[in-house]
């Protein structure tokens, strides 16, 4: 029998993170993966295929509509589907076999198989078990289900798909119809919008993007519509049936209750995202859960059965990979001794759409509802230069700044490389920075970022260029 200080089960951004961690502070470390390869949802069906595939339609919506403008005439390049998902397929090999390398340079053994937990300090894969020190779950999440879809038994062939089917079509439909206008929903929606598909977004809310800044929102609505996408708001989505090839989703409007019916080629479920926690036994060892499903923990990740921590998706908070890396760091330093922590106020969110989509910190919603005094400034990239010569002027840098202290309490940006910039803001957070120490901090001409410091300027004196 095997003897480990920590097992982690599961190798997704949380658990590779912690694994490689754990090997790095000194503990003999294995983790648990099922699929064939490492990285989890995000390398292998997640964030990191879903770049692949904006970008490439990114490039092809450049040479559709700004080549001629630039002066680059000929005719627009054709999608050869087959090329860009072996495209999207290589960049996951790519970055897969990259977390194969680091296991082995930090000397992290990878035990291939599903794990359970028959007690504390044991992991079980196949026949074998395996004695730990320490257990890190970091199974991750699924697709939640939506009521009446039955995507499981569509996945393959296309039609009523999750967002992994969503990303291995057989082709380009002609229809698409997107349930459920978050990050997902609106990634892949404008993927195949942009690849020629026309797209229908049915969303629950009367807005897209739930707990997104308000004004970012209605923007972002805008300019995808722009782009194409229809969106069908207050409607709750009862069913979706395939006949003929087809699927028909029907929905109820939540203005007047009326049944209404949507037809389309393809069909995707993006309606959020569950714990995924399933075989590992939880139950039998009697560990918390909280009442959505979610592996209860306290504020080092220990949960309620000792030696066993959680992190990432399968515990509570956003479900985002950054997240999910960074507890995983910082639950390896609390097994190593360590004071491992992680700021929760200030974890970005970003979009990858075009334009790109960033927050950080509070909404003015929410700083509302708190009552908290506080001051706006916003920058739109038209009066970006460098903005503006890549046809991306149709945003805005948003900067929330307590009134009394000017101390930065949250940022939204709506514009071109959103999800680099915001990260300005972050560093700024974490040292409790002002607007106007980003203000009076020199950035480079002409980038994207003068915005931010122009946003910046914008809680004190003024905006230069607006
Ligand atoms: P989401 O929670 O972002 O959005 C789901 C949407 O579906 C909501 O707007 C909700 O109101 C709507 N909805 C729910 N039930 C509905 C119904 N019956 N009819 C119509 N609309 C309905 O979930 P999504 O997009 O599936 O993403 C799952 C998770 O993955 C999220 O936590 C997200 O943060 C994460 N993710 C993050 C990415 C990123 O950081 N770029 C990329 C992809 C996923």
Same mark, same amino acid.
């Given at each position: ?176 119809? #997107?349930? $459920?206008?978050?990050? @997902? %929903? ?10 020629? =598909? +026309?797209? /229908? ?103 309620? #059965?000792? $030696?066993?921590?959680? @992190? %990432? ?10 997240? =999910? +890396?960074? /507890? ?109 120490? @980003? ?11 003068? =915005?931010?410091? /122009? ?12």
């Amino acid at each position: 029998m095997s003897q480990y200080d920590v097992i982690v089960i599961g190798a997704g951004p949380g658990g590779y993170v912690a694994a490689i961690r754990c090997a790095q502070l000194g503990l003999k470390t294995a983790c648990v993966e099922g699929r064939e390869t490492l990285g989890g949802t995000c390398l292998n069906v997640g964030c990191i295929p879903s770049k692949a595939l904006l970008h490439a339609s990114h490039q092809l919506h450049e040479a559709e509509h700004n080549f001629a403008k630039m002066g680059l005439k000929g005719k627009a390049p054709s999608v050869d589907w087959k090329q860009m998902l072996s495209y999207k397929d290589d960049v996951i090999g790519q970055n897969t076999k990259g977390i194969e390398f680091l296991f082995k340079k930090n000397k992290v053994d990878w035990i291939k198989g599903w794990a359970s937990i028959p007690e504390a300090g044991k992991v079980k894969v196949g026949d074998e078990t395996y004695d730990a020190k320490n257990i890190i779950i970091a199974s991750g999440s699924e697709p939640s289900p939506v009521p009446g879809a039955d995507v499981t038994v569509d996945n393959d062939k296309g039609i009523v798909v999750d967002s992994t089917g969503a990303l291995a079509l057989p082709k380009v439909p002609k229809k698409m119809i #997107v349930i $459920g206008a978050g990050v @997902i %929903g609106l990634e892949m929606g404008s993927v195949y919008a942009r690849l020629g =598909a +026309e797209v /229908e977004v049915i969303e629950f809310l009367d807005h897209i993007t739930p707990g997104m800044d308000s004004e970012v929102s209605r923007q972002f609505q805008k300019l995808l519509q722009k782009q194409g996408l229809k969106f069908t708001l207050n409607a709750a989505v009862q069913a979706v049936t395939v006949k003929g090839g087809k699927a028909t989703v029907t929905y109820k409007s939540r203005k007047d209750d009326s049944e209404n019916e949507a037809q389309a080629d393809v069909v995707l479920c993006a309606t959020g995202r569950r714990p995924f926690v399933d075989g590992l036994g939880l139950e039998a060892l009697g560990v918390e859960m909280t009442k959505r499903g979610q592996i209860a923990t306290d504020d080092h990740w220990r949960t309620s #059965v000792k $030696g066993i921590y959680a @992190i %990432g998706d399968a515990i509570e908070g956003p479900m985002l990979a950054h997240k =999910a +890396e960074d /507890e995983g760091m910082a639950a390896a330093e609390v097994i190593a001794g360590k004071h491992g922590h992680v700021n929760y106020g200030v974890i970005p969110g970003v979009i990858y759409t075009a334009p790109e989509v960033a927050s950080v910190g509070k909404t003015e919603e929410q700083l509302k509802e708190e009552g908290r005094a506080y001051k706006v400034g916003k920058f739109s990239f038209m009066g970006n230069g460098r903005a503006k010569a890549v046809f991306q002027g149709e945003g805005f840098v948003k900067l929330l700044a307590d009134k009394e202290t000017d101390r930065i309490l949250g940022a939204h940006i709506i514009g071109p490389a959103a999800g680099d910039l915001i990260h300005e803001i972050c560093v700024g957070m974490e040292f409790g920075a002002s607007a106007e120490d @980003i203000a009076l901090t020199c950035h480079a001409h002409p980038t994207f970022s003068e =915005a931010v410091r /122009e946003a910046a300027l914008a809680c004190g004196d003024g905006a230069i260029h607006a």
